[in-house]
Antibody, heavy 114, light 111 residues
Framework: EVQLVESGGDLVQPGGSLRLSCAASGFTFSNSWMSWVRQAPGKGLEWVAFIKPDGSAKDYVDSVKGRFTISRDNAKASMYLQMNSLRAEDTAIYYC???????WGKGTTVTVSS | DVVMTQSPLSLPVTLGQPASISCRSSQSLVLSDGNTYLNWFQQRPGQSPRRLIYKVSNRDSGVPDRFSGSGSGSDFTLKISRVEAEDVGVYYCMQGTHSFTFGQGTKLEIK
C-alpha cells in the first residue's frame, strides 16, 4: 500500500523549534520529488517546500525561507522539515506529499502559541 | 512567483447539474519538457487532499469519469458533468511547473 505518515507535530511557543518527519512506503521514494504542504485553520492549502529525489535542489515559500529546512534520507525512505523561529502564523496542519500531489499523508498538527 | 487565481470561490450546485471551476495562472505553465504541470485536487471536509487530475487532463486512478480537466498555457478548467452529493468539498488547482503554487480553493456545496 502506498503510504505517507507524518509525525512530530506539537504545541510550541513562539520562537521555538520543531522537526517534522514523513515516512514513506509502498513506492520508490528515492525517485520521488517530495513536498511539504500546510493548511492553517479554516484556510486553503499552501505549498511550503520541495526537495528533489537526490536532495540536490530545494525551494521554499518566501514566508519560511531562512527559518525552515527540508531534507531527506532515501535509505530510510523519510523526509524531514526542520522548523526554527516559529511564529503564530505557522500554526497549521502540515502534510507530506509527493510533489505533483499524487500521494498525501494524513497530516500532523503544529500549533505555535504561548 | 506564479499566482494561481480560481473562480468562483463559492459554487452552489443542484444535484445532477454540471459544475465548472476556472483556474488562471500569472504565467504560462508549459515547461521546457513540453509538459504542463497543472493539477486539480478535491478536499472533502476533514480529509487530506486527493488529486483528481494531473497534467491538465489526465484523471487519476479511481476518479469518476464525470470529472474532466481541460485548458492550456495559463487558462484551465475543471468540469463535473453531473454533481453528486459526495462531490461536496473544496477544489484546488495547483501548478507544478515553476516551483509549486495552489489556487485559493473553490468551495462546492449542494443547493
Amino acid at each position: 500500500e502506498v503510504q505517507l505518515v507524518e509525525s512530530g507535530g506539537d504545541l510550541v511557543q513562539p520562537g521555538g523549534s520543531l522537526r517534522l518527519s514523513c515516512a514513506a512506503s509502498g513506492f520508490t521514494f528515492s525517485n520521488s520529488w517530495m513536498s511539504w504542504v500546510r493548511q492553517a485553520p479554516g484556510k486553503g492549502l499552501e505549498w511550503v517546500a520541495f526537495i528533489k529525489p537526490d536532495g540536490s535542489a530545494k525551494d521554499y515559500v518566501d514566508s519560511v525561507k531562512g527559518r525552515f529546512t527540508i531534507s531527506r534520507d532515501n535509505a530510510k525512505a523519510s523526509m524531514y522539515l526542520q522548523m526554527n523561529s516559529l511564529r503564530a502564523e505557522d500554526t497549521a496542519i502540515y502534510y507530506c506529499a509527493t510533489s505533483q500531489g499524487g500521494v498525501w499523508g494524513k497530516g500532523t498538527t503544529v500549533t505555535v502559541s504561548s | 512567483d506564479v499566482v494561481m487565481t480560481q473562480s468562483p470561490l463559492s459554487l452552489p450546485v443542484t444535484l445532477g447539474q454540471p459544475a465548472s471551476i476556472s483556474c488562471r495562472s500569472s504565467q504560462s505553465l508549459v515547461l521546457s519538457d513540453g509538459n504542463t504541470y497543472l493539477n486539480w485536487f478535491q478536499q472533502r471536509p476533514g480529509q487530506s487532499p486527493r488529486r483528481l487530475i494531473y497534467k491538465v487532463s489526465n484523471r487519476d486512478s479511481g476518479v469518476p469519469d464525470r470529472f474532466s480537466g481541460s485548458g492550456s498555457g495559463s487558462d484551465f478548467t475543471l468540469k463535473i458533468s453531473r454533481v453528486e452529493a459526495e462531490d461536496v468539498g473544496v477544489y484546488y488547482c495547483m501548478q507544478g511547473t515553476h516551483s509549486f503554487t495552489f489556487g485559493q480553493g473553490t468551495k462546492l456545496e449542494i443547493k
